[in-house]
Nanobody
């Protein structure tokens, strides 16, 4: 029902900024919750941020709150993750995800649809 394509990853220096994009397509995505997750080698997949297509404010993991900002463009069916003050520990593959979710947006098991991921590397 939903296809997701991430873009915008790359190599940046610590303290720098990067903006990730996730373009969504499908018949029912407008009712879904969109989430950003990340996974470093040997680590569990970690919740980053989530937002409803229908409205409301984004929710953030404590590790990124105050540094990352999630936003949506309903006309373009695209969500974004603006990442500022990047740290080496932010290095990971970042994934966009979607599903009809009513609670526990932090749980990756709630998300049925996933993008292919985009690599973010933060150097010292």
């Amino acid at each position: 029902q939903v296809q997701l394509v991430e873009s915008g990853g790359g190599l940046v220096q610590a303290g720098g900024s990067l903006r990730l994009s996730c373009a969504a397509s499908g018949r029912t995505f407008s009712t879904y919750t969109m989430g950003w997750f990340r996974q470093a080698p040997g680590k569990e997949r970690e919740f980053v941020s989530a937002i409803r297509w229908s409205g409301g404010s984004p929710y953030y993991a404590d590790s990124v709150k105050g540094r990352f900002t999630m936003s949506r463009d309903n006309a373009k069916t695209t969500v974004y993750l603006q990442m500022n003050s990047l740290k080496p520990e932010d290095t990971a593959v970042y994934y966009c995800a979607a599903n009809l979710i009513l609670s526990n947006w932090y749980d990756p098991r709630k998300y049925a649809y996933w993008g292919q991921g985009t690599q973010v590397t933060v150097s010292s």
